[in-house]
């Protein structure tokens, strides 16, 4: 019994021994389970926190394109930037910004992805005013072109003017000019002997306006009235009291860079003025009488000349520039009422462009009528109150001076807010942008390479991406 | 007549014996007071009764100038004449016969007298150079077309023939007259004689929105027919005019031309769907078409269930065709005569709605509609009504009287 006991004895001990592997097993176990759940946890917060940095990524890179494109509106570009099917790469991410014309306000919508990041924000803008010279030609009350006239452009930042080709409705010219007015253009018709006036471009008329086309008269591009009228620009012009200048026939004059001011400079005949600039010059009347010339030599700067009340330039005067830049000279006027100057009974226009040009740059005046007639030929724009291209008058706008923003204002800010993310597959896919966009062989451009200009329809077609199949499979 | 003769019989009893018609028209003249209401009328009936012996004076005491109410006064006094005698005076207008200081008269006595028979009298007198005599004689033109239907069918034969001087004033005339057989004479000349559709239609085009209401559906249709042709030479106006006239069914053209390869139509295609439509969308030809295809789905399909919900008694069945009628972009003035006719009998909480919905379609046609309703017992829907007059006519009204005082005349025109 003893011996039994004493065996029952061993066999407990024995069949207890190793019993606490059971507890251990099971610590084992349960730290393993703790192990794995903090794992998974940690990895859990991992992507969580990986998420929230790809969000707001995302988000931060949706907000550059915004600024992209306020940038691109105030150079005078459209405001679209890149396109879902080529986006714009910025740091890790990608981003595309779409651009809905409202009239007189925009608004910019702009997405942005970065890895599994998804951002989509949206802004209201009021539009900027560009510079007046970029209007190209452009009359508040009326435009009219006589019999032979013609207005074409080119783009002096690719080189100097060179007659446009194509001349027929709808034959299309790279290089549109630019025909505006807050009223009617009327395009006088020819005949079998002479050619109707010419329009090599863009005329859009106001919004109740139209485009009059006389018989053998041409425009090859829209004549869609524009949505709103636009308000010229009222200058004031500060004059001093100050004496004429009246320069003597037969001795030059030379004006080296610097600021002026005359209560008049009346040029006789024989008479000359070369201004080189930088130069401002401020004058209440600019007379040019028969057989005197005007110089500008904007090579080394801009020179600008503003007139108060009055300006003459009849016939057989000179008004020129000598440099090409059309940014490098320009005539502004507040002149706005016919007043007998000459005491001939005959009230004058206050403004008179009879001169012999050519001329580079603008020529701005708001209240007043401006005829050009053809022996002043412009280069670059005319902004007035009625313009008239007469007989034969060519003028050529510079396409460089749409992007000119001298003098005009910046696009003001209205609202913004964060918007649903737009259809996409790039956006629907969780993947990182750039992979599938090297999948798909597209090579996301360079911001500043990814803006529109006016007139340019954005591409606005979704592509069909592939997935990155190693992605999948991971 | 009555009134004329006597004052004839009055005149003749005044005057000397010796006086001759000359006399007794300057007479007429002498004692005419513009001012008075209804003078000018009474002194062109004295006279015409002077008889249509009398017109050689008194196309002589019209002045060289030819203006002023004293020489309209003279040139109207013609059109009472009898047709033969008037026809064979005016016979006598050519170039040869009469002195150059006498052309503007007679383009003014052809102005207020002539028939479309003269339309090439009128031509003749301007001469091959019309730029000097260019206003009056496209004044006359334009008298002529407007007061004679026929005459715009003469004028598009004359013009198709013109050269291009006469032709470019024939235009001008025939749209400046404001007429639907002007507009329709114009929209011909366009198809008939390709080098002048540029001129013709953009004069049209220019005049469009003063061109009574409702069209002429053959001038619709002769334009509609035009705008099928992509090659057209003036189809950037004839794009336009599709918007300027707001021809919904030019909307599947303009469409297909929005996706069209030429850029500048595409630009005009836009701006007369956003105008036909009030829409925003952009140049993305596929978004209009898929809103075209939702429209006309609508009116196949819902049309005229909605219709008839709209004049059902139910409440509830208004309410629902009011919120369905309030998303159409497409046929507005369809949709603006429905909503006015139920306006005119709807209850206060469909009478609220039809307020904003006919504001949001922004047609002239339901202003009457509208005023009505400024008399409603219910305060809402006067409310309703003055804020939907408010943005139809464009303008602030304070007042209920002001809304019926001044509401149509101050509309905007759309």
Same mark, same amino acid.
């Given at each position: 019994?003893?011996?039994?006991i004493?065996?029952?004895?061993?066999?407990? =001990? *024995? /069949?207890?021994?190793?019993?606490?592997?059971?507890? &251990?097993?099971? !610590?084992? %176990?349960?730290?393993?389970? @703790?192990? +794995?759940?903090?794992?998974?946890?940690?990895?859990?917060?991992?992507?969580?926190?990986?998420?929230?940095?790809?969000?707001?990524?995302?988000?931060?890179?949706?907000?550059?394109?915004?600024?992209?494109?306020?940038?691109?509106?105030?150079?005078?570009?459209?405001?679209?930037?890149?396109?879902?099917?080529?986006?714009?790469?910025?740091?890790?991410?990608?981003?595309?910004?779409?651009?809905?014309?409202?009239?007189?306000?925009?608004?910019? =919508? *702009? /997405?942005?992805?970065?890895?599994?990041?998804?951002? &989509?924000?949206? !802004?209201? %803008?009021?539009?900027?005013? @560009?510079? +007046?010279?970029?209007?190209?030609?452009?009359?508040?009350?009326?435009?009219?072109?006589?019999?032979?006239?013609?207005?074409?452009?080119?783009?002096?930042?690719?080189?100097?003017?060179?007659?446009?080709?194509?001349?027929?409705?709808?034959?299309?010219?790279?290089?549109?000019?630019?025909?505006?007015?807050?009223?009617?253009?009327?395009?006088?018709?020819?005949?079998?002997y002479?050619?109707?006036?010419?329009?090599?471009?863009?005329?859009?008329?106001?919004?109740?306006?139209?485009?009059?086309?006389?018989?053998?008269?041409?425009?090859?591009?829209?004549?869609?009235?524009?949505?709103?009228?636009?308000?010229?620009?009222?200058?004031?012009?500060?004059?001093?009291?100050?004496?004429?200048?009246?320069?003597?026939?037969?001795?030059?004059?030379?004006?080296?860079?610097?600021?002026?001011?005359?209560?008049?400079?009346?040029?006789?005949?024989?008479?000359?003025?070369?201004?080189?600039?930088?130069?401002?010059?401020?004058?209440d009347?600019?007379?040019?009488?028969?057989?005197?010339?005007?110089?500008?030599?904007?090579?080394?700067?801009?020179?600008?000349?503003?007139?108060?009340?009055?300006?003459?330039?009849?016939a057989?005067?000179?008004?020129?520039?000598?440099?090409?830049?059309?940014?490098?000279?320009?005539?502004?006027?507040?002149?706005?009422?016919?007043?007998?100057?000459?005491?001939?009974?005959?009230a004058?226009?206050?403004?008179?462009?009879?001169?012999?040009?050519?001329?580079?740059?603008?020529?701005?005046?708001?209240?007043?009528?401006?005829?050009?007639?053809?022996?002043?030929?412009?280069?670059?724009?005319?902004?007035?109150?009625?313009?008239?291209?007469?007989?034969?008058?060519?003028?050529?706008?510079?396409?460089?001076?749409?992007?000119?923003?001298?003098?005009?204002?910046?696009?003001?800010?209205?609202?913004?807010?964060v918007?649903?993310l737009?259809?996409?597959?790039?956006?629907?896919?969780?993947?990182?942008?750039?992979?599938?966009?090297?999948?798909?062989?597209?090579?996301?451009?360079?911001?500043?390479?990814?803006?529109?200009?006016?007139?340019?329809?954005?591409?606005?077609?979704?592509?069909?991406w592939?997935?990155?199949?190693?992605?999948?499979?991971? | 007549?009555?009134?004329?003769?006597?004052?004839?019989?009055?005149?003749?009893?005044?005057?000397p014996?010796?006086?001759?018609?000359?006399?007794?028209?300057?007479?007429?003249?002498?004692?005419?007071?513009?001012?008075?209401?209804?003078?000018?009328?009474?002194?062109?009936?004295?006279?015409?009764?002077?008889?249509?012996?009398?017109?050689?004076?008194?196309?002589?005491?019209?002045?060289?100038?030819?203006?002023?109410?004293?020489?309209?006064?003279?040139?109207?006094?013609?059109?009472?004449?009898?047709?033969?005698?008037?026809?064979?005076?005016?016979?006598?207008?050519?170039?040869?016969?009469?002195?150059?200081?006498?052309?503007?008269?007679?383009?003014?006595?052809?102005?207020?007298?002539?028939?479309?028979?003269?339309?090439?009298?009128?031509?003749?007198?301007?001469?091959?150079?019309?730029?000097?005599?260019?206003?009056?004689?496209v004044?006359?033109?334009?008298?002529?077309?407007?007061?004679d239907?026929?005459?715009?069918?003469?004028a598009?034969?004359?013009?198709?023939?013109?050269?291009?001087?006469?032709?470019?004033?024939?235009?001008?005339?025939?749209?400046?007259?404001?007429?639907?057989?002007?507009?329709?004479?114009?929209?011909?000349?366009?198809?008939?004689?390709?080098?002048?559709?540029?001129?013709?239609?953009?004069?049209?085009?220019?005049?469009?929105?003063?061109?009574?209401?409702?069209?002429?559906?053959?001038?619709?249709?002769?334009?509609?027919?035009?705008?099928?042709?992509?090659?057209?030479?003036?189809?950037?106006?004839?794009?336009?005019?599709?918007?300027?006239?707001?021809?919904?069914?030019?909307?599947?053209?303009?469409?297909?031309?929005?996706?069209?390869?030429?850029?500048?139509?595409?630009?005009?295609?836009?701006?007369?769907?956003?105008?036909?439509?009030?829409?925003?969308?952009?140049?993305?030809?596929?978004?209009?078409?898929?809103?075209?295809?939702?429209?006309?789905?609508?009116?196949?399909?819902?049309?005229?269930?909605?219709?008839?919900l709209?004049?059902?008694?139910?409440?509830?069945?208004?309410?629902?065709?009011?919120?369905?009628?309030?998303?159409?972009?497409?046929?507005?003035?369809?949709?603006?005569?429905?909503?006015?006719?139920?306006?005119?009998?709807?209850?206060?909480a469909?009478?609220?709605?039809a307020?904003?919905?006919?504001?949001r379609?922004g047609?002239?046609?339901?202003?009457?509609?509208?005023?009505?309703?400024?008399?409603?017992?219910?305060?809402?829907?006067?409310?309703?009504?003055r804020?939907?007059l408010?943005?139809?006519?464009?303008?602030?009204?304070?007042?209920?009287?002001?809304?019926?005082?001044?509401?149509?005349?101050?509309?905007?025109?759309?």
């Open positions: 019994m003893k011996s039994m004493s065996r029952e004895g061993t066999d407990s =001990r *024995s /069949t207890r021994r190793g019993s606490v592997l059971i507890p &251990a097993l099971l !610590a084992v %176990l349960l730290t393993s389970g @703790l192990c +794995v759940c903090y794992l998974q946890l940690s990895l859990s917060k991992s992507r969580e926190s990986q998420v929230s940095v790809d969000a707001k990524s995302a988000f931060y890179v949706a907000e550059a394109g915004l600024a992209e494109a306020y940038y691109g509106l105030a150079r005078g570009m459209q405001g679209a930037v890149a396109s879902e099917s080529v986006p714009a790469r910025f740091g890790n991410g990608v981003y595309w910004v779409t651009c809905e014309d409202l009239g007189d306000r925009v608004t910019l =919508r *702009s /997405t942005g992805l970065t890895r599994k990041g998804r951002a &989509a924000v949206s !802004a209201t %803008l009021r539009k900027g005013t @560009l510079s +007046v010279a970029s209007l190209g030609m452009y009359g508040n009350q009326s435009v009219d072109l006589r019999k032979g006239s013609r207005v074409d452009a080119y783009d002096s930042t690719v080189g100097p003017y060179e007659s446009p080709k194509v001349a027929s409705p709808g034959g299309g010219s790279a290089l549109d000019a630019r025909v505006g007015c807050n009223g009617s253009i009327n395009l006088a018709g020819g005949s079998e002479s050619p109707g006036a010419t329009i090599v471009g863009d005329a859009n008329p106001g919004p109740s306006g139209t485009v009059v086309i006389g018989m053998e008269a041409i425009v090859t591009g829209s004549t869609a009235p524009a949505t709103q009228t636009t308000t010229l620009p009222t200058l004031h012009i500060e004059l001093p009291e100050e004496e004429p200048l009246e320069p003597t026939a037969g001795t030059p004059v030379h004006l080296p860079a610097g600021s002026y001011a005359w209560s008049k400079m009346h040029l006789g005949p024989n008479s000359l003025v070369h201004i080189t600039g930088p130069a401002d010059v401020v004058l009347e600019l007379v040019l009488d028969h057989g005197s010339r005007l110089e500008i030599d904007g090579s080394l700067g801009a020179v600008e000349i503003s007139v108060r009340s009055y300006v003459n330039m009849v057989g005067s000179v008004f020129t520039t000598l440099s090409q830049g059309t940014d490098r000279a320009s005539l502004l006027t507040s002149a706005s009422l016919s007043v007998d100057r000459d005491r001939d009974g005959i004058d226009p206050p403004v008179t462009l009879a001169a012999t040009g050519p001329f580079y740059g603008l020529i701005y005046a708001p209240r007043a009528p401006v005829v050009l007639p053809a022996s002043f030929t412009v280069y670059g724009s005319v902004v007035a109150d009625r313009i008239t291209l007469g007989n034969n008058a060519r003028l050529h706008f510079d396409r460089a001076l749409l992007n000119s923003t001298v003098g005009g204002t910046l696009p003001e800010f209205l609202c913004w807010r918007v649903e737009p259809p996409s597959r790039l956006v629907d896919f969780g993947f990182d942008p750039l992979t599938v966009l090297k999948v798909n062989s597209v090579v996301p451009v360079a911001p500043q390479d990814a803006h529109y200009v006016k007139g340019v329809a954005p591409d606005t077609s979704l592509r069909t592939l997935a990155p199949v190693t992605e999948i499979l991971w | 007549m009555v009134i004329a003769r006597t004052i004839t019989a009055a005149l003749v009893l005044l005057m014996a010796h006086a001759g018609a000359g006399d007794g028209a300057a007479e007429i003249l002498r004692r005419l007071d513009p001012q008075t209401p209804g003078a000018l009328e009474r002194a062109s009936r004295a006279l015409a009764a002077l008889g249509p012996s009398a017109m050689g004076e008194l196309f002589a005491l019209v002045s060289p100038a030819a203006v002023g109410p004293q020489d309209e006064l003279l040139a109207r006094s013609f059109r009472l004449q009898p047709k033969s005698e008037l026809h064979a005076f005016l016979s006598g207008f050519t170039s040869v016969a009469l002195r150059p200081e006498r052309l503007k008269p007679a383009l003014l006595v052809l102005r207020e007298a002539g028939s479309g028979h003269e339309l090439a009298r009128c031509l003749e007198l301007a001469g091959p150079d019309v730029e000097a005599l260019q206003a009056e004689l004044a006359a033109l334009t008298a002529i077309c407007a007061r239907p026929a005459a715009c069918d003469r598009l034969a004359l013009a198709c023939k013109a050269q291009a001087g006469e032709a470019e004033s024939l235009v001008r005339g025939l749209a400046e007259a404001h007429s639907g057989p002007a507009a329709l004479a114009l929209a011909r000349l366009a198809e008939e004689r390709p080098q002048l559709s540029n001129m013709a239609l953009s004069s049209l085009l220019a005049e469009a929105e003063r061109l009574p209401r409702p069209l002429d559906v053959d001038l619709q249709g002769a334009l509609r027919d035009q705008l099928a042709r992509e090659d057209h030479p003036a189809a950037q106006q004839l794009l336009l005019l599709a918007g300027r006239l707001e021809d919904d069914e030019s909307v599947p053209l303009l469409i297909k031309r929005l996706g069209g390869a030429r850029t500048e139509q595409r630009e005009n295609a836009l701006w007369s769907l956003r105008r036909i439509t009030g829409l925003g969308l952009g140049p993305d030809a596929s978004a209009w078409s898929d809103w075209f295809e939702d429209e006309l789905r609508w009116w196949r399909e819902r049309a005229p269930a909605v219709m008839q709209l004049r059902a008694a139910e409440a509830a069945g208004q309410r629902l065709a009011l919120g369905e009628l309030g998303q159409r972009y497409w046929r507005r003035q369809q949709v603006s005569d429905e909503l006015a006719e139920y306006l005119a009998q709807a209850p206060s469909g009478a609220r709605m307020c904003g919905v006919l504001a379609l047609r002239e046609s339901a202003i009457p509609a509208l005023q009505a309703r400024l008399e409603d017992a219910d305060r809402e829907v006067r409310e309703s009504a804020t939907a408010a943005s139809l006519t464009g303008k602030k009204i304070p007042s209920r009287a002001v809304a019926l005082a001044g509401a149509s005349s101050g509309a905007v025109p759309r």
